[in-house]
C-alpha cells in the first residue's frame, strides 16, 4: 500500500475520534461580567508581636518635633560629680558611753616647774654712790621673791643658768659692773653727755646662795625718774 495513502488514513481516523470526545451541549464561551459590590469592613486583627530595636536614624533637619517614643531602658551609670558644699551642722547627739581608761602617762619633769624671774626699775633722781650696789627699790615683777629691793641683790635658790640684763638711762657717762659674790664678771661703759639709753647682759650659772648685782664706777650717771627709767632684770633659763 502507498504511504502517503496510510498517513491519510491515519489522519482521519484521529479527527473521527476528536471529533466523538467533543460535548455536544456545550456552547460558545461568553463575555466576562462585571466586578461584585465591596463587603463589609472586617473587624481588626489582633496585635503582632513586638519587633526587634530597630538602628538609630539620622538626625532629623529639627522642621517639627515628632511624637516621643517609648521610655528606654536604664543606661549605665556616669562618672562620680564633684563634692556638694556642706551642709549644716546637725544637732547635737546624745553623750556616748565612757571608753576604756587608758595606761597611766610617764611622769613629768619636775625641773619645768622650777622658776625664778624678776624685774625692778630704780627710783630717786640722785645718781647711786659709786662702787655700791644699785638699789632698783620699784619692784616690776619678782613672785618668787629671789630679789631684794632693798638691797638691790639676787639671791640664787635654784642651781642652774640665768640670764640677767639691765636697761639704763643716763644724761652723763656711765659705766655698770655686773657682780657674782664680790667678783666682777662683765663691765659695761657709756659715754656722753646727753640724754641715752645703754644695756648689757650676760649668762651666768649660778649655785644655791649666790648673789648677783650692778654697781656702777667712777661714771654713775644713772637716771631713775618717770619715763627715764633704768631697770635691772634676771631670770632662770634651765635648771640642772
Not at 19 to 28: A, E, H, K, R
Not at 50 to 67: D, I, M, N, T, W
Amino acid at each position: 500500500m502507498d504511504v502517503g495513502l496510510i498517513s491519510l488514513l491515519l489522519l482521519l481516523s484521529t479527527l473521527s475520534s476528536l471529533i466523538q470526545g467533543l460535548d455536544t451541549n456545550s456552547g460558545i464561551p461568553g463575555i466576562p461580567g462585571c466586578h461584585g459590590l465591596p463587603g463589609k469592613i472586617g473587624k481588626d486583627g489582633r496585635d503582632g508581636s513586638k519587633g526587634a530595636k530597630g538602628e538609630r536614624g539620622l538626625p532629623g533637619f529639627g522642621v517639627s518635633r515628632g511624637q516621643e517614643g517609648e521610655k528606654g531602658d536604664p543606661g549605665f551609670p556616669g562618672p562620680t560629680g564633684k563634692r556638694g558644699r556642706r551642709g549644716p551642722a546637725g544637732e547635737t547627739g546624745e553623750p556616748g558611753n565612757p571608753g576604756v581608761k587608758g595606761e597611766m602617762g610617764r611622769s613629768g619633769d619636775h625641773k619645768s616647774t622650777l622658776k625664778s624671774a624678776f624685774s625692778a626699775k630704780r627710783g630717786g633722781f640722785e645718781y647711786p654712790p659709786r662702787d655700791t650696789r644699785i638699789r632698783f627699790s620699784k619692784i616690776i615683777s619678782n613672785d618668787q621673791n629671789h630679789y631684794n629691793s632693798d638691797t638691790g641683790v639676787f639671791t640664787c635658790n635654784i642651781t642652774g643658768f640665768y640670764y640677767f640684763v639691765y636697761h639704763a638711762t643716763s644724761d652723763n657717762n656711765l659705766c655698770i659692773n655686773l657682780n657674782l659674790n664680790e667678783v666682777k664678771k662683765v663691765g659695761f661703759c657709756n659715754h656722753g653727755t646727753y640724754d641715752q639709753v645703754s644695756s648689757g647682759g650676760t649668762v651666768l650659772h649660778l649655785q644655791v646662795n649666790d648673789r648677783v648685782w650692778l654697781e656702777p664706777t667712777d661714771y654713775n650717771a644713772m637716771m631713775g625718774k618717770e619715763d627715764h627709767d633704768s631697770v635691772f632684770s634676771g631670770f632662770l633659763i634651765f635648771p640642772d
